[in-house]
Structures are given as C-alpha cells and as structure tokens.
C-alpha cells in the first residue's frame, strides 16, 4: 500500500507565495509520474502540474509561470512552489503518484488546504 503525506497548505494573501510538500511511501514503480491536482468548491478537481521521474514537467496554463515543480532528493518526493497566488487559486490540493506503465498503481494523498485572500 503507498501512502502519500502532504503539508504545506495555508492561508496567504495575494500576491504571496507558498511550497507544498508530498512524501509517497511504500512499493511503487520506479517509473512514475507524481503531480498535484487541486479542487475548489463546486468544481471538479483539475491538474496543476505534474512531473515524471525523469524531470520532464507538464502545467496548467492558468499557473504556468508562477508554479514550479521540481521532485525531492529523497524518492518519490515532490514539491509545488507557489508564487504570485491569486484569488482563484483557492482549492484543496492532492498530491498524487502513479506508476508507469498504466495499471501499476494510482494513488492520492488526504489533501491540504490553500486559502488565497484578496
């Protein structure tokens, strides 16, 4: 069983800036994909950005430019920077890992709150 752990969430004014953290532990695929997804009230929950375990990264245009993700020195660890928050940027966010190829384990952390205040 994998288990995600994540931290970093809060409440920040805008124009601030945040860092998220997730740790996946247990077995998984060394070729994996891990990415933070986020869901605010009323919406579906969407992709913000992902990275595989080679480095490549994929974003969402609406944070492109002012998120980064970039994987830790420890395995399967990730982490979101955050600058220029807006407003809109308010949701629940999930760090999730899945393994590669598809069917190999897909697995969500409890979420962590990100509260942007105008």
């Known amino acids: 069983q994998v288990q995600l752990v994540e931290s970093g969430g809060g409440l920040v004014q805008a124009g601030g800036s945040l860092r998220l953290s997730c740790a996946a532990s247990?077995?998984?695929?060394?070729?994996?994909?891990m990415g933070w997804y986020r869901q605010a009230p009323g919406k579906q929950r969407e992709l913000v950005a992902i990275i595989t375990s080679g480095g490549s990264t994929s974003y969402a245009d609406s944070v492109k430019g002012r998120f980064t993700i970039v994987r830790g020195g420890a395995k399967n660890t990730v982490y979101l920077q955050m600058n220029s928050l807006k407003p809109e940027d308010t949701a629940v966010y999930y760090c999730?890992?899945?393994?590669?190829?598809?069917?190999?384990?897909?697995?969500w952390g409890q979420g962590t709150q990100v509260t942007v205040s105008s």
């Open positions: 247990g077995s998984i695929s060394s070729i994996n994909i």
């Open positions: 999730n890992i899945r393994g590669v190829p598809i069917g190999t384990g897909n697995y």
